[in-house]
């Protein structure tokens, strides 16, 4: 980008490569190099550049094309890199001052489609579902503990005076100026985004209002989480799926810092008074939250193997995790959102409970063991789904809630169990019953191609123009 601008710039003014080297006190061949974006200029000679060109160095510097022919060369200089282009065959294509434009448009735009034509088949439902069950695995292997993106959250913090306990708005903001971004608070952001980030402009469009279970701080550090993490666009629904998590995982991390988290989950553990809902409440976050940031703790700095489970009133996982052994329903491919699950696990005992909002506590004797696990119905925005956290028998004896009389038996995935409807019942009614089904579209269901995943990228594009310019 630096030397499409230099050579603009540079033509704008009328000079060879040869005159303003005389000004610069260089060989037009070490210019030619910078402009050609083969070598990197040190920043004395942008100084020296920018006053010989009469710009500021930050014009120079800009991330952005001087012009359109030059961002279509530049998009078609980066399409002739990709692996795929090189499996071709094909000679590289020189784009010199006599290509032109029309036909780059051409091109680029028949790149563009066959990139997006590519991505496809990777965001399948059943290409989705094995990515995320891959994903899983691995997550259970690290204890779902992620070293680097703790280190990376601990340094988000590093500039700003934290000490403990729920991270103040003031302190949210620092971190992210830290970085170099503003934060604007939109009424019509496109809706299939979260948030939209300007990086020319390095700025953060979101809404105010939680998404879900996700609070407004939540998403503006999972937003940050990909540029402090440094991920670049997905190459795969594999990938998109990974920088997620990841984003989310350091969005988790600087709410609920390792190091204060972990000294008050284990002086509750001394006390034998581990609760998720304390963790929610010190650290100000979203059961949810606090309940996944615990799984990410407990087995690294507890000793705690644990499971972890979203689901709806019907059921339905949402999202899971383990490493204490325990079986979720699982389709072949290993996925296990979009699953029903048993109906004796809390998850679904907890809606039927006297006071579903708070914590409902249980052991399930299951086919690999007996848990304990806790379970709440979330009251805030995104009413009707269970978020449960459990561990094995013997860890129950550090959780508050351990003295629960209520036991259910859970025989599956033997289809004796819950999955076939009893004996009597289906004697009167088999046959004679025509349910017109619900879909679950919202569970991985087919995903619209794109590096995005289901985002509009005209939506996106559109609500930057209308934005940028104020
Ligand atoms: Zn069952």
């Known amino acids: 980008m630096f030397g499409q601008r230099l050579r603009h710039i540079r033509r704008s003014r009328g000079l060879t490569l040869a005159e303003l080297g005389e000004r610069v006190g260089r060989a037009p061949s070490v210019l030619s190099l910078l402009e050609n974006g083969r070598r990197e200029p040190k920043l004395s000679l942008i100084e020296t550049l920018a006053s010989a060109l009469s710009v500021s160095s930050a014009e120079l510097m800009k991330n952005q094309p001087p012009s359109r022919r030059a961002q279509l060369e530049l998009a078609l200089a980066e399409f002739q890199h990709d692996p795929s282009y090189a499996g071709l065959g094909l000679p590289p294509l020189r784009v010199g001052a006599r290509v032109p434009s029309d036909v780059l448009e051409h091109l680029v735009a028949l790149h563009a489609e066959l990139r997006r034509q590519r991505t496809k088949p990777t965001a399948t439902p059943e290409e989705a579902r094995a990515a995320n069950a891959d994903l899983r695995v691995q997550m259970g292997e690290r204890g779902n503990y992620f070293e680097e993106i703790e280190q990376a959250a601990a340094e988000a913090l590093a500039p700003v005076d934290y000490s403990g306990g729920a991270l103040s708005q003031g302190m949210l903001m620092s971190v992210v100026s830290h970085h170099g971004f503003s934060v604007r608070y939109v009424h019509d952001l496109p809706r299939s985004a979260r948030s939209v980030t300007d990086l020319r402009n390095r700025r953060i469009y979101m809404r105010q209002e939680p998404l879900g279970m996700h609070t407004p701080r939540a998403v503006l550090l999972q937003t940050l989480g990909h540029f402090v993490l440094g991920h670049s666009a997905p190459a795969d629904f594999g990938d998109f799926l990974r920088q997620r998590i990841e984003a989310n995982y350091f969005a988790a991390a600087v709410l609920v810092p390792e190091q204060a988290a972990a000294a008050f989950l284990r002086s509750a553990k001394d006390a034998r008074d581990v609760a998720v809902e304390d963790l929610r409440d010190v650290f100000s976050v979203s059961y949810e939250m606090a309940a996944h940031r615990f799984t990410n703790l407990a087995t690294h700095h507890l000793g705690l193997p644990c499971h972890f489970v979203k689901n709806d009133e019907g059921g339905i996982i949402y999202?899971?995790?383990?490493?204490?052994?325990?079986?979720?329903?699982?389709?072949?491919?290993?996925?296990?959102?979009?699953?029903?699950?048993?109906?004796?696990?809390?998850?679904?005992?907890?809606?039927?409970?006297?006071?579903?909002?708070?914590?409902?506590?249980?052991?399930?004797?299951?086919?690999?063991?007996?848990?304990?696990?806790?379970?709440?119905?979330?009251?805030?925005?995104?009413?009707?789904?269970?978020?449960?956290?459990?561990?094995?028998?013997?860890d129950s004896r550090w959780f508050r809630g351990r003295d629960?009389?209520?036991?259910?038996?859970?025989?599956?995935?033997?289809?004796a169990c819950c999955q076939r409807p009893p004996a009597a019942l289906a004697a009167r009614w088999e046959g004679m019953a025509w349910p017109s089904a619900r879909a679950h579209s919202h569970v991985l269901l087919a995903l619209p191609s794109g590096s995005f995943p289901g985002v509009d990228e005209a939506d996106v594009f559109e609500f930057l123009d209308r934005h940028a310019a104020s």
């Open 404 to 415: 629960t009389t209520i036991r259910t038996t859970s025989a599956c995935p033997s289809g």
């Open 319 to 394: 999202k899971a995790y383990e490493n204490d052994g325990v079986l979720f329903p699982a389709d072949p491919t290993g996925a296990i959102e979009g699953q029903r699950m048993c109906r004796q696990w809390s998850g679904r005992q907890v809606f039927s409970a006297p006071d579903k909002f708070s914590p409902y506590f249980q052991y399930s004797d299951t086919p690999s063991g007996t848990y304990w696990c806790t379970a709440l119905v979330d009251s805030g925005r995104e009413r009707g789904f269970a978020v449960t956290l459990g561990v094995r028998y013997e």
